[in-house]
T-cell receptor
Framework: EAQVTQNPRYLITVTGKKLTVTCSQNMNHEYMSWYRQDPGLGLRQIYY???????DKGDVPEGYKVSRKEKRNFPLILESPSPNQTSLYFCASSLISGGASEQYFGPGTRLTVT | EDKVVQSPLSLVVHEGDTVTLNCSYEVTNFRSLLWYKQEKKAPTFLFML????IEKKSGRLSSILDKKELSSILNITATQTGDSAIYLCAAVNYGGSQGNLIFGKGTKLSVKP
């Protein structure tokens, strides 16, 4: 089944403890992206990747890192999480760049930083 | 600064009504506009619009882009309770960095039986 998977689905952590949210897609998509969704602010793009080893900042990249060493994986790294990073995170992928084809979203990761 | 504005922010209708959701955008190097439906989980794709004036249709849903007015509408006819969701639109900035999507805050549609 074609899908985007994220792990973990739920995470409660403490300020400053490094964490990684994994994202993997099995559709051989070139484009992958991370979003956060907050009440009243909607979906905001954190980082995106046009292909392996090519990443770029979205609208809210501060406090996040990403890497794209393999086509299928696009982990989101929070080196020193803070409470303002408490949010619902979505990973998405598309065959080609984000606006040229349909994006498939993962199930979401609900992160709470205390 | 790029931005996408959706209106109304929320809407309550009764089954059978027709609704029109609006999306306006100010995006440099605009490439396309996407519509998504979000229920209690991840957004699911509805439409991608790149050309002005060409209606896209899927069942009771349809959408059209007006590049002159920098806007798009999503129409839902004969609404059903299953249409209750948040509808998101996103504009794509395909400039130097390529692939930057800007989402609006969404329109929350509630369809009452």
């Amino acid at each position: 089944e074609a899908q985007v998977t994220q792990n973990p689905r739920y995470l409660i952590t403490v300020t400053g403890k490094k964490l990684t949210v994994t994202c993997s897609q099995n559709m051989n998509h070139e484009y992958m992206s991370w979003y956060r969704q907050d009440p009243g602010l909607g979906l905001r793009q954190i980082y995106y990747s046009m292909n392996v080893e090519v990443t770029d900042k979205g609208d809210v990249p501060e406090g996040y890192k990403v890497s794209r060493k393999e086509k299928r994986n696009f982990p989101l790294i929070l080196e020193s999480p803070s409470p303002n990073q408490t949010s619902l995170y979505f990973c998405a992928s598309s065959l080609i760049s984000g606006g040229a084809s349909e994006q498939y979203f993962g199930p979401g990761t609900r992160l709470t930083v205390t | 600064e790029d931005k996408v504005v959706q209106s109304p922010l929320s809407l309550v209708v009764h089954e059978g009504d027709t609704v029109t959701l609006n999306c306006s955008y100010e995006v440099t190097n605009f490439r396309s506009l996407l519509w998504y439906k979000q229920e209690k989980k991840a957004p699911t794709f509805l439409f991608m619009l790149t050309s002005s004036g060409i209606e896209k249709k899927s069942g009771r849903l349809s959408s059209i882009l007006d590049k002159k007015e920098l806007s798009s509408i999503l129409n839902i006819t004969a609404t059903q309770t299953g249409d209750s969701a948040i509808y998101l639109c996103a504009a794509v900035n395909y400039g130097g960095s390529q692939g930057n999507l800007i989402f609006g805050k969404g329109t929350k549609l509630s369809v009452k039986p």
